[in-house]
């Protein structure tokens, strides 16, 4: 761009300029320099050309014989009204007599006085918070509101080591009335009862027949039931020779079981075998760590009640990049309470938690934790009592009877023994 001044005069405006291009403009706080020929000046650039806030900070010094002028355009020194404004400085070349025009930068030079800076360094040592700031302000020029509410504040305010402090003996002193054993006692029949909540299905306890109590519908939805009609038909014709072979195989004694003592005909048959099928499914995820999404499909197993089981006894996770889903400790336990309710719908409120157990893969005793947590009746079988072919039925039996139990948590505590 040029624009014509005078006959011999034009001005051109210098194109694709950079921060580093900028003319520097300085003004001196104390007054003005008479002889500005014997001041040598220096300019500083902050070396982080990456950081986009730190890359345009510039320091200007200004020394002489008698004093040091320091000016940036940065921190509480610099002047605002760099932000505000354009400045520009126009360089008249003499011999081509064509005037450049170059953008500027303003720096306030503030003298230097040795000793104030290392007065302003303690000072900085000593920094105060944001907080103290401004209630240094309200004291020094705060309305009286102000004031008060500041002095409220800090009376209301408690230090955070006498907090400790309190805290600490507070805690002492329940240790020293209770004592160390009864609280973690305390704590460990809390922590077993919590755990256990969140692994038992909803519980009606108010209701008036023991089928209401764990509802039928909240462990197998209607249009989930319809759609194990075929998958229980499947398992309603299995042979005897097919079940024997899946008994010696290791697989589900507790489905075995229901199929052998299965109803010849109705509704009644049809029930057993689909809920048959979906407790082989509860028992097989059970025993998985990892599953993939093709779990069930090889056994026929619906969409729906797929996504039930991962949606429902599945955590996800990520490994090497990937979704996967699997089955924690928690979700075992949490199967097992679902697998002991379907039971007991199956076989009129009882269910076998020796079998249930084995095929879990879960201890006897958290199997009978869990049934304790469900408020069911234990059964103790008679000694005396036989079975058909010579072999005692030893197996620990569960009944689900109104009202239901409520057992009182019991934390196994080891005794130390005596060194000699």
Do not use: W
């Not at 001005?11 to 014997?38: L, M, P, T, Y």
């Amino acid at each position: 761009m040029s624009t014509t001044m005078a006959a011999s005069c034009s001005v051109v405006c210098c194109e694709e300029e950079r921060d580093s291009d900028k003319a520097v403009i300085v003004r001196f706080s104390n007054g003005i320099v008479q002889n500005a020929d014997h001041l040598g000046f220096t300019m500083y650039k902050n070396a982080d050309e990456s950081n986009p806030r730190k890359k345009s900070r510039r320091i200007t010094a200004a020394e002489s014989d008698r004093l040091s002028y320091v000016g940036n355009n940065f921190g509480a020194g610099s002047l605002k009204c760099n932000n505000l404004c354009r400045y520009y400085v126009g360089v008249l070349n003499r011999e081509t007599m064509q005037m450049e025009v170059h953008s500027a930068e303003l720096f306030n030079m503030q003298p230097v006085i040795p000793g104030e800076m290392e007065e302003a360094a303690k000072s900085q040592d000593t920094a105060q918070t944001y907080r103290d700031k401004v209630d240094s302000l309200i004291e020094a020029f705060g309305t009286n509101k102000q004031k008060r509410a500041l002095s409220s504040r800090r009376l209301n305010q408690v230090g955070s080591d006498t907090l400790h402090q309190a805290v600490a003996k507070a805690a002492n002193t329940v240790i020293e009335q209770k004592g160390l054993e009864a609280l973690q006692h305390e704590v460990a029949e809390t922590e077993a009862q919590g755990d256990l909540a969140l692994h038992v299905p909803p519980c009606y306890a108010d209701a008036d027949r023991p089928e209401d109590v764990y509802r039928f519908d909240d462990l197998l939805s209607p249009v989930e039931f319809v759609s194990l009609e075929q998958a229980g038909s499947k398992m309603a014709a299995l042979t005897p020779e097919e079940l024997k072979k899946m008994k010696d195989d290791g697989g589900c004694l507790c489905v075995v079981k229901h199929l052998e003592n299965m109803p010849s005909l109705g509704e009644a048959r049809d029930k057993i075998s689909r809920c048959a099928f979906y407790l082989s499914m509860l028992l097989n995820l059970a025993r998985q760590r990892s599953i993939t999404r093709k779990f069930g499909q090889e056994k026929g197993c619906p969409r729906n009640i797929q996504s039930k089981l991962f949606r429902t006894f599945t955590v996800e996770t990520f490994n090497n990049g990937r979704v996967q889903n699997i089955v924690s400790s928690s979700m075992r336990s949490k199967l097992a309470a679902y697998s002991l309710a379907l039971q007991l719908h199956m076989c009129h409120m009882t269910c076998d938690l020796t079998l249930l157990h084995l095929d879990l893969g879960i201890t006897e005793v958290r199997m009978i934790e869990l049934a304790k947590s469900m408020g069911l009746t234990l059964i103790k079988v008679p000694r005396g009592k036989a079975l058909e072919d010579g072999l005692r039925d030893t197996n620990r039996q569960a009944a689900l009877i109104l009202p239901l139990v409520k057992y009182e948590q019991f934390v196994e505590r080891r005794k130390r023994k005596k060194v000699h």
